[in-house]
Structures are given as C-alpha cells and as structure tokens.
C-alpha cells in the first residue's frame, strides 16, 4: 500500500451538493434525502461556511422538527469544519476522520473554496483494495491460491 497516496489520487465525490446559509432547514433535508446524502455543505459563493450530516440532524432535530423546519440551516451547521486539501494524505485524512468521529471530510483549496468531500468508505475502499492487493501478491508470493 503506498502510505504517500494523496486524496486527489483516490475516488472521492467532487460533484457535491451545497447550499447558501439562508437556506431552509426544510429544504436541505429534502435534498439529503433526495439524493441519498450524508452530508450537505453550506457555501457563501464558493467558500465553505459549515457542513450539516445526518448525524447532525439526529443530534439536533429529531423530534423537534416543528417550528424548525423552517429556519436557516446556519442555526443547524457544524460552522468552520475541518477541510484538507487535494495533497493532504489519505492516511491522515483518515486518522483526522477517526480522530473526530467524522464521516465526511470537506476537501478544499487553500482558500477554502470548495472542491468535494470524502466519505470515510472512499478512505475505506481505497485502503481494503490496497490491501487485497497486496494480500493477493503476498498470497502468490508464497504459493496460496
């Protein structure tokens, strides 16, 4: 497995759905659940501002959901959350996502203009076929099938 692998060398979503701060609670779980989402990030032009998860919903909405369905997300969002960029490793992407009990990671560029976001199975899927490979290549190394 190559422990220097950077995040823009592995699969991870850069087509990413966000939505201004003034954005309706209302709205931002109806697009989650649209499109089957974890996560939303909340951008004033192209910065990021905050993130909002699934978790955060359960955390914070669940049950309540009256009279707050309708107030801006930024009352909701997990402002200022930790970013990487594209040249951050993914063993430390990961060990930051561990570390904090993330499941989504915000990749952005150095200035913090949004670029994609990496789910803790991108980090996953790319160290389990990093692994198989190298258990494969060991496996015939020694003679297993």
């Not at 899927?125 to 099938?145: C, E, M, N, R, Y």
Request: charged share 30%.
């Amino acid at each position: 497995m190559q422990l220097k692998t950077e995040i823009r060398e592995i699969s991870y979503v850069k087509d990413v759905v966000s939505v201004g701060p003034g954005t309706s609670l209302r709205e931002v779980v109806r697009k989650l659940h649209e499109g089957q989402f974890g996560s939303i990030i909340i951008t004033e032009g192209k910065k990021v501002k905050g993130i909002f998860t699934e978790r955060d919903y359960l955390k914070k909405i669940a049950g309540r959901e009256a009279g707050l369905l309708d107030q801006p997300i930024s009352e909701f969002m997990t402002p200022e959350p930790v970013c990487v960029t594209e040249n951050e490793l993914v063993m430390k992407v990961g060990m930051l996502m561990r570390m904090g009990r993330f499941r989504h990671i915000v990749v952005a560029n150095e200035e913090m203009e949004l670029v994609g976001i990496v789910s803790i199975k991108d980090v996953m899927d790319f160290l389990f076929d990093h692994l198989t490979a190298q258990g494969s290549q060991t496996s015939k190394a020694v003679g297993w099938k």
